[in-house]
Structure formats: structure tokens, C-alpha cells
């Protein structure tokens, strides 16, 4: 499983030049990148009246070509700039575009307006100068594009430096920035398009969650072999229901209920008293413990037992919060690396001192746990303690709502059973339920999500 690439301004610097010492000239690159945005917002939004906002380096180069791009195609596009380029290509680019360029403060509404004021150049706030018209005709715009980044935003944390109306669509130009899946700043980038500038293959360090490849039974298969996942009762059979169901959906051979003895639907899943014995199988791909488990006397006690086993663990929600109850130290050094799922607030119970991005929190939990460690949130971040970090795109809303954290929970307790990577497994099981919740839609409860795994599971068949 490889995603794309999630550069900090520095690696896309690299990367483009690499692409300079190939012999491609900056304003060829420029043209690239200018021509592909110009055709993704044509594709998007047609020969609407244009209006390019330009800033002075080439992120405003950029905006030239993209307005001379936009002539060509016949759209009305007007052209207006904080001041004169500062680059020789944005200047080329300027020249090239040969047209009038009004003054952003002067300049008049129009319904599409694309923002080339600022991208991974930018290293400040904006001056009210530049804000203050910038955030006038965004606003008056029916539509927002922006080129590389919304202005105002910093590359590489995602902090938004100056607050301007969001953008509906922004084109990534070569590969994805930490901005796009950083909150705040991927909250005002819209949809995300990458552009093929043709930076080839730049340096892989952080990457997005992508589609993983579902390998379909093979013939020898049996129920073992495709994943036995446990997971521990509690004191809410409900959240363990869902844990459970979703398991079975995400493709485990064989679900066993740990806990909670009887009879019920679905008759597939197998429900066993609590004993030593069952928790010692050795076909036990994963454990799933924390949803609905308690955090008291009982919930404890399964929790130590789950934690000298050897079986890879999925620590959620309760035994999260008896985590950060009772101290990290509980968490034994363990052969099967553990995935820990907290969600910002049980983040910070475990995690008090830790501060900065998503992405640094993760990466900080990692470290300090030994743990994966899978940060819930629009863009969920999944951190090994090796040091990899993968980003999710943004997660569809509508799975802000109880229970969808033990369905999570479940799919992972299957990834992990039949992957030998808790890293992949943990990227695995985020797509397949942000693409559950896509395939359940609007007003979905966590139930729906278990439904609609078998066409999310289905969709990524080989
Ligand atoms: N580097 C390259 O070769 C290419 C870059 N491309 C574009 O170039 C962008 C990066 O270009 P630049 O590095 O020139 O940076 P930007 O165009 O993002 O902006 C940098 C310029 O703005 C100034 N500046 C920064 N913050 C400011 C603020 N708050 N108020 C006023 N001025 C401010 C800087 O001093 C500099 O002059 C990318 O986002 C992309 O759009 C593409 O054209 C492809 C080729
Ligand atoms: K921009």
C-alpha cells in the first residue's frame, strides 16, 4: 500500500528541483502548473467571468498563466495583482499574459475568482492592504479556487495565518501539502485536486491514506486463515455489538464475543464466558478491547489480562481512558506492537503535555508509547514508532455520531489480523470507514457503517 506524498514546502522545493536540474527551466515549470489548474477550474466551472488574483512571487506566476490559459478557452478573465512580480518567472509569466492588470484594491467582483496571491511561499500575515480586498472579492465570489494553497495558510502546519473566505476547489500543484490535511487549513481548502506538474517521484516521507489492496480468499482459505478477532465484553453490549458486527463485515474469519455468553443474532458471531483459556488461543489474530468494556473493577482486570497476551491489540475507548487513568506505564513492552485510537480528548488525557499538529501529536504518542498510534479527527493520522506518519483525507462529517468509534475499532481489529503490518493494517481499516460512511451518507448511525462495509471491502478487491 503506498499513498501519495503529503510534502512540507521544503520537500517540494527539493522536489521541484530536481526537476530544474533535469533542464526544465522555472518558467517552464510554471507553464505546467499554470496551464493544468487553468484546465482543472475550466473543467470545473466553465466560461464563467473570471477574475485571477495575482500575488509577487510564483504562486502569482502561476495566476498569469492561468488567465492567459482561460483567454485561450474563451472565458472573460480579468486579471488583478497586490503589486509587480518579484521572480523573473512570475515577470515572464506577467509579460506572457500581456493583458491589463487592475489593482486589487480596485478591482470588481466576478463570479469565479481564483487566488494566486499566495502559496508555499508565504511567511507572515497578510497585511490588511492585501486582506482586506483579497477577502472582499473571494466573498463576493459564487465560486473559489485557489492555487496551491488558499492564501493566508502556513504550508507546513496548517495554521491558518490570515482568515479569508474558504476555497471551493484548490488545485495542489505536484503533490499534496501538509496544509490540505492539517486542521485548520484543510477546513478552508474545499475538494483538493493534484496537478501532474511532473515532479515524478518525490521524497516519501509522510503519506496519505490510500485505497488498500483487499486480497479475496483464496482457495485454501479457512476461517482461521482469514483472521480470528476477539474482542472483550463489557459493561455496554451495544458498543461491542457494533465492534464486533464490524469485524465480521471488515472480513474476519471468525469473531468471538469474549464476555458475554448466550444466544442472538447474527448466529456467526460466537459468544464465550471470560476464561484464560480462550484468551490464550493461539489463533487469535487481534484483540479488540475498550468499547463498552468500563473503566472500573471488571474493566480493569480484562484490560491487564489483554495486555499479557501476546496478540496484536487494539486499545479504544475505555482502555484509553484506564491508560490515562492509571498511568502509560501500564502499557507493557510488547511483541505485537499495540494500536491505540484516541480521539483528540482522549489524546490529551494520555498525552497532557503534547502540543502541535495532528501529525506531531501522533508521531509524540508513537515515540512515547511504543505504540501505533491513530489520532482520530477529519484527517485521522495513523503514526508508527519508527517514525512513518500517514494522513486520511477529510472524513465525511456524518460519522460524528456515537458508536462509529467502535465500529473502527472492529475494522481494525480485523486489518490487524490479517496484516503483518499494524502500520498498513492501521491506514486500512481509517479508508474503510471514511468510505463506509461515504457509501451510508447523510444522517448515518454507526450501524449503517457496518452495511455498508461489504461494497467499501468490495471496492478494494484486487
Ligand atoms: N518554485 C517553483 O519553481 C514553482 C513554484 N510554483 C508556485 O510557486 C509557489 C511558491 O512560490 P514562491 O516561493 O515565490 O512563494 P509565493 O508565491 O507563495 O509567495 C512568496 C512571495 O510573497 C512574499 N510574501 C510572503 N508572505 C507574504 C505576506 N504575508 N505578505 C506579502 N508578501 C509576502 C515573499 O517575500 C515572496 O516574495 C507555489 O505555491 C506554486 O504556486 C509553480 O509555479 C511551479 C514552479
Ligand atoms: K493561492
Not at 96 to 110: N, Y
Not at 332 to 353: C, M, N, Q, S, W
Request: glycine fraction near 12%; include cysteine; aromatic fraction near 4%.
Amino acid at each position: 500500500m503506498s499513498g501519495r506524498p503529503i510534502l512540507t514546502a521544503a520537500e517540494t522545493k527539493a522536489a521541484e528541483e530536481a526537476v530544474f536540474a533535469r533542464g526544465v527551466s522555472v518558467f517552464g515549470l510554471m507553464t505546467k502548473a499554470g496551464r493544468a489548474a487553468a484546465e482543472i477550474a475550466w473543467d470545473r466551472f466553465g466560461p464563467r467571468e473570471t477574475l485571477v488574483l495575482c500575488g509577487p512571487g510564483n504562486n502569482g506566476g502561476d495566476g498569469y498563466v492561468i488567465a492567459a490559459r482561460l483567454r485561450e478557452c474563451g472565458v472573460r478573465v480579468r486579471v488583478a495583482a497586490s503589486g509587480d512580480p518579484t521572480t523573473d518567472a512570475a515577470r515572464e509569466a506577467r509579460r506572457a499574459w500581456g493583458g491589463p492588470v487592475e489593482v486589487l484594491d480596485e478591482a470588481a467582483p466576478a463570479p469565479l475568482v481564483i487566488d494566486a496571491l499566495f502559496g508555499t511561499g508565504l511567511s507572515r500575515p497578510l497585511k490588511n492592504k492585501i486582506a482586506e480586498p483579497a477577502s472582499r472579492l473571494l466573498a463576493a465570489a459564487a465560486y473559489r479556487v485557489a492555487v496551491d494553497l488558499p492564501s493566508g495558510i502556513a504550508t507546513d502546519d496548517g495554521a491558518v495565518l490570515t482568515e479569508l473566505p474558504p476555497a471551493h476547489l484548490t488545485v495542489a500543484l505536484g503533490a499534496l501539502k501538509r496544509a490540505h490535511r492539517l486542521m485548520p487549513a484543510a477546513a478552508r481548502c474545499g475538494e483538493v485536486v493534484v496537478a501532474d506538474i511532473g515532479l515524478g517521484d518525490p521524497p516519501r516521507g509522510v503519506i496519505e491514506i490510500g485505497r488498500p489492496p483487499i486480497a479475496a480468499p483464496g482457495f485454501e482459505a479457512n476461517k482461521y486463515t482469514r483472521g480470528k478477532v476477539v474482542v472483550a465484553a463489557g459493561r455496554m453490549p451495544g458498543a461491542t455489538m457494533l465492534a464486533s458486527l464490524a469485524a465480521q463485515r471488515a472480513g474476519a474469519g471468525y469473531v468471538e464475543l469474549l464476555g458475554a455468553e448466550g444466544e442472538g443474532v447474527p448466529h456467526a458471531l460466537v459468544r464465550r464466558a471470560w476464561d484464560d483459556e480462550a484468551l490464550a488461543d493461539k489463533r487469535i489474530g487481534a484483540m479488540v478491547i475498550g468499547p463498552g468494556l468500563g473503566t472500573e473493577g471488571e474493566g480493569r482486570r480484562r484490560l491487564d489480562l489483554a495486555l499479557a497476551t501476546d496478540h496484536p491489540l487494539v486499545l479504544d475507548a475505555d482502555a484509553l481512558t484506564l491508560l490515562a487513568r492509571d498511568g502509560l506505564d501500564r502499557l507493557p513492552a510488547r511483541k505485537a506492537l499495540a494500536v491505540l485510537t484516541p480521539h483528540g480528548g482522549e489524546y490529551a488525557r494520555l498525552f497532557p503535555d503534547a502540543g502541535g499538529t495532528a501529525l506531531d501529536k501522533a508521531l509524540v504518542g508513537a515515540r512515547k508509547t511504543g505504540a501505533v498510534i491513530l489520532l482520530k479527527g477529519v484527517c485521522t493520522v495513523v503514526a508508527h514508532p519508527d517514525g512513518r506518519a500517514a494522513i486520511g483525507a477529510p472524513a465525511p462529517a456524518w460519522l460524528a455520531s456515537a458508536g462509529t468509534g467502535d465500529v473502527l475499532a472492529g475494522i481494525l481489529g480485523t486489518m490487524l489480523a490479517q496484516m503483518d503490518d499494524p502500520f498498513e493494517a492501521a491506514q486500512a481499516a481509517v479508508w474503510l470507514h471514511s468510505e463506509a460512511g461515504r457509501r451510508a451518507g447523510p444522517l448515518l448511525i454507526a450501524d449503517d457503517l457496518v452495511e455498508h462495509l461489504r461494497g467499501a471491502v468490495a471496492g478494494c478487491l484486487a
